[in-house]
C-alpha cells in the first residue's frame, strides 16, 4: 500500500500517530459486546483484529478493493472477512451489527450525513455505533479531511440519527502532545510557501497529490526517530477525557439507540 501519509503504516507512520490510533480502538474494544462488529474504514486491519474474540464475527470494510483483499491475507489466524464498499452506501443489511466503528472515516465525506445514516440503518436497535475524528481546532491542514467536527457540531450531526449520544475526548501526556505541536509547527512553516493559498486554486487530485508527496518526503527526513517504536510513544500515553478544549486531539462519540 503506497504511503500518503494518511492511512497508518508500520515502520512509515510516525510512532505518535500510530499511538492515537492504536489508543482510540482500545477505547472502543473496552466498550463493545458480543455478537456482529463492523470496522468501517478499516484499512489493513491492524486495528480491527483487536475486536477478534470467538463470541464476535468480525466485518472490515474498506472502499479500496486491493486494501480489503490484503487485510485478509495479512491476517490468516483471525476470524476476519472484509468488503470492498462505500462507507456511505453499505451493502448490508438493516440492524445486522451489534457493534460498529467508524474510526477516522467520518471526516472524509463531503457530506457525512449518509455515512452517519448508514451507520445508523445497519446497527441493531440495541447496538452501539463509535464515531472517532479529529477535534477540529487540533487537527492539521489535510486535504483528506474535508468535514472537520466541534464537540457541538458532531453531537447536533449523531443526534439527528440516534437517540443517545456521548461525546468525549482523546487526549495525551503533554510530551506526547509536545510532539504533535511540533509537526504542526512544521507543517506550517512549510505553508507559508504558500502565503497565496494556491494549492487551494489547483485541481483537487493535484492537490492530493502535492500533499501526499511532501509528507513522503518530511517523514523521510524528519522520522528517523519517531517511527517504529524509537520515539517510546506508545498507546499508553492517551486517555479518555470529559474536559474536551481547543487542544484535545480527537473525539469520541459513542451513540445508541437509533432512529427509524
Known amino acids: 500500500m503506497k504511503l500518503t501519509g494518511e492511512r497508518p503504516m508500520e515502520g512509515q507512520t ?21 455478537g456482529r462488529m463492523l470496522d468501517l474504514g478499516c484499512g489493513l486491519a491492524d486495528g480491527t483484529v483487536g475486536f477478534a474474540a470467538a463470541d464476535r464475527m468480525l466485518i472490515g470494510v474498506d472502499y479500496d478493493q486491493e486494501t480489503a483483499a490484503s487485510a485478509v491475507k495479512l491476517h490468516p489466524d483471525v476470524d476476519l472477512r472484509t468488503v470492498c ?6 451493502p448490508l ?39 472517532l475524528t479529529p477535534n477540529e481546532p487540533a487537527d492539521f491542514e489535510n486535504p483528506y479531511h474535508v468535514y472537520l467536527f466541534s464537540p457541538e457540531d458532531l ?8 437517540n443517545t449520544v ?13 510532539d504533535f505541536e511540533k509537526r504542526r509547527a512544521m507543517a506550517n512553516k512549510l505553508l507559508r510557501l504558500d502565503p497565496f493559498g494556491i494549492r487551494h486554486k489547483l485541481p483537487r487530485s493535484a492537490f492530493v497529490w502535492l500533499h501526499a508527496t511532501g509528507r513522503r518526503v518530511a517523514y523521510r527526513f524528519t522520522n528517523t526517530e519517531q517511527v ?10 492517551f486517555f479518555t477525557t470529559d474536559s474536551i478544549d481547543a487542544s484535545t486531539l480527537v473525539l469520541i462519540a459513542v451513540a445508541e439507540n437509533p432512529k427509524r
Open 14 to 34: 510516525p510512532d505518535s500517530l500510530l499511538a492515537l490510533h492504536a489508543a482510540g480502538y482500545r477505547e472502543v474494544r473496552a466498550r463493545v459486546g458480543s
Open 85 to 90: 464498499s462505500d462507507g456511505a452506501k453499505l
Open 166 to 178: 456521548t461525546i468525549m475526548g482523546l487526549d495525551a501526556t503533554p510530551e506526547v502532545k509536545a
Open 155 to 162: 453531537q447536533a450531526m449523531l443526534g439527528r440519527h440516534f
Open 93 to 131: 443489511r438493516t440492524a445486522s451489527f451489534d457493534d460498529v466503528c467508524s474510526s477516522h472515516l467520518i471526516e472524509h465525506f463531503v457530506d457525512p450525513e449518509f455515512h452517519v445514516a448508514e451507520v445508523a440503518r445497519v446497527l441493531s436497535d440495541d447496538g452501539r455505533a463509535f464515531f
Open 228 to 237: 517504529g517504536g524509537q520515539s517510546g510513544i506508545t498507546d499508553a500515553e
